[in-house]
């Protein structure tokens, strides 16, 4: 029998019921940051997280164990109305899954839960503006990333008009919260890709902890955490009016060269980083956290190599420039070639994609030693709305 609650609900508020409306190669490793007082692995304690907020708070919560990105390419006919219609759905879907109750029109209430740390960001793809006739209204942090020398990309990873992003503490409340807001895109978009991970953000002890690549590096040490004063400036953009509150995300897969990188004496693989991998030490240093020395020396030779990724991605090395980053491993099998792809799902959030995340990976394109055991096969850009209030929704500073 058909689901005429999600018919009747899509009729009403859908695309339908509008008439005619018609890594980074190189950012896989460690840090990009000189690490403030304030850093550190951020509490990572089931619950609930609220939905509302200046910002989407899904973009500064802890990396839960699972999580998924989709992207989507809206029909040829949507404009600017029927924009705000799915915009309309999807806040009320993310407001009843990220509080544990099931949305208007779920068939499978049974799954909505509370308590799992469930997180939903939602962001615009560069070509939407100009789609739905908004071009004047597209950020000018938001820009078109260039095609890098080591990138291989593929089309199935790449692109796409929006995005979505569901973590949680276990894969069944992702699929069912992801299943709810792509049934709420249909009358509006398609599916262009989909790309899951998985992140251990606790020790053996359950106590909070700098995860893991897959070549056993730290991940993320150095990102500032909400409350350091770099923290606004780094990933918070301010222009135009209606962006205030939101930022910039890039998505890139990065293919990792597993069985290669196993070949590696660990003492090339730490150098090519620049970190110990036993506690994620700079090799001038002792703990995770300590601030790397670049101008020490051994034999007449740095200790942290020129090409090390640690000393290209560094602030110093940048400009200052910072960015905050988050990863997620993958692992998928080609069944017609019988082949494994092992890598990451590199995310960062800037406040100024062009200013910030372009000129580091630049810099990681033209000389990071991790280039030779990484390549990225995915990349997209987008631009991250600012949160909403419990009576507004997303993208309500600008869409009626």
């Known amino acids: 029998m058909p689901d005429q609650t999600r018919t009747t609900r899509r009729g009403l508020l859908g695309y339908a019921g509008a008439g005619g409306l018609g890594l980074a190669t190189g950012a896989i490793a460690a840090t990009q940051l000189e690490t403030p007082a304030s850093a550190g692995p951020q509490p990572t304690v089931p619950g609930t997280i609220s939905p509302f907020g200046t910002h989407q708070p899904g973009v500064t919560a802890p990396t839960p164990r699972a999580n998924r990105i989709v992207a989507l390419d809206v029909h040829d006919d949507l404009d600017a109305a029927a924009l705000g219609r799915l915009m309309r759905l999807w806040s009320g879907s993310i407001a ?13 209430r049974d799954l909505a839960q509370g308590n799992v740390d469930l997180s939903v960001v939602v962001g615009w793809g560069y070509a939407l503006f100009d789609k739905v006739g908004l071009a004047d209204a597209r950020p000018p942090a938001l820009v078109r990333i260039p095609a890098f020398d080591h990138d291989r990309l593929q089309q199935r990873w790449s692109g796409g008009d929006l995005m979505v992003m569901v973590g949680a503490a276990d894969d069944t409340t992702v699929t069912h919260t992801l299943r709810r807001l ?17 992140w251990r953000g606790l020790d053996s002890h359950q106590a909070p902890t700098t995860g893991r690549n897959l070549f056993g590096q730290v991940d993320g040490t150095g990102n500032l955490l909400p409350d ?63 601030l790397p020395d670049f101008d020490a020396t051994e034999d007449g030779r740095p200790v942290i190599a020129s090409d090390a990724h640690m000393r290209l991605s560094h602030p110093q090395q940048n400009g200052g420039r910072r960015i905050l980053r988050r990863g997620l491993n993958y692992t998928t099998y080609d069944p017609e070639t019988g082949g494994r792809d092992s890598g990451l799902v590199f995310c960062s959030f800037q406040a100024d994609l062009g200013d910030q995340f372009v000129p580091i990976q630049r810099r990681l394109d033209r000389g990071d030693a991790l280039n030779e055991w990484t390549t990225a096969i995915g990349s997209a850009e987008f631009a991250i709305l600012p949160g909403f209030a419990e009576d507004g929704w997303l993208g309500d500073t600008l869409l009626t």
């Not at 792509?182 to 998985?198: I, K, M, N, V």
């Open 228 to 290: 350091d004063p770099l923290f606004d400036a780094t990933v918070w953009t301010k222009t135009p009016d209606w962006f205030a509150g939101g930022t910039t995300m890039v998505v890139r897969r990065i293919s990792m060269d597993l069985d290669t990188w196993d070949t590696l004496t660990r003492a090339e693989q730490e150098a090519s980083v620049g970190r110990d991998l036993d506690v994620g030490a700079p090799l001038t240093g002792a703990a995770e956290r300590d």
């Open 182 to 198: 792509l049934l709420d895109a249909e009358p509006f978009a398609t599916l262009r890709w989909e790309q899951d991970g998985s």
């Open 96 to 108: 009843a899954a990220t509080q544990g109750r099931p949305a208007p029109g779920d068939t499978a």
